[in-house]
Nanobody, 133 residues
Framework: EVQLVESGGGLVQPGGSLRLSCATS????????MSWVRQAPGKGLEWVSS????????YYADSVKGRFTCSRENAINTLYLQLNSLKTEDTALYYC??????????????????????????WGQGTQVTVSS
């Protein structure tokens, strides 16, 4: 059974930092491209970042580029998202997810498709990030 369990969310002031983790099991983590997505209350899904399995290359939404860093540790089947310089608009439920297709496809002009739930096979229960003073 595939499981993805996010943790590390919390309440933080604007300008603060958090590190999210996603512990996975039930599949060969090292072979899969992984993604982080988020959903704010009353809003649609927003793709945040993805990381390739083959070379750890990363992709970011413009809204988080330069502030967030996605990484992975294959030895312990865990995905990370470092969130720095947080803004109130970063408040959302953050999910790690496994997409239906690999990043070779999406990076060819189709990253926008990662903003839709039907592009994912698996995702976790999410971890809440709230940025507020």
């Amino acid at each position: 059974e595939v499981q993805l369990v996010e943790s590390g969310g919390g309440l933080v002031q604007p300008g603060g930092s958090l590190r999210l983790s996603c512990a996975t099991s039930g599949f060969t983590f090292s072979s899969y491209d992984m993604s982080w997505v988020r959903q704010a209350p009353g809003k649609g899904l927003e793709w945040v970042s993805s990381i390739r399995a083959v070379d750890n290359s990363t992709y970011y939404a413009d809204s988080v580029k330069g502030r967030f860093t996605c990484s992975r540790e294959n030895a312990i089947n865990t995905l990370y998202l470092q969130l720095n310089s947080l803004k109130t608009e970063d408040t959302a439920l953050y999910y790690c997810a496994v997409s239906r297709r690999d990043l070779d496809y999406y990076s060819g002009g189709y990253l926008y498709r990662l903003n839709f739930w039907d592009e994912y096979n698996y995702w976790g229960q999410g971890t809440q990030v709230t940025v507020s003073s």
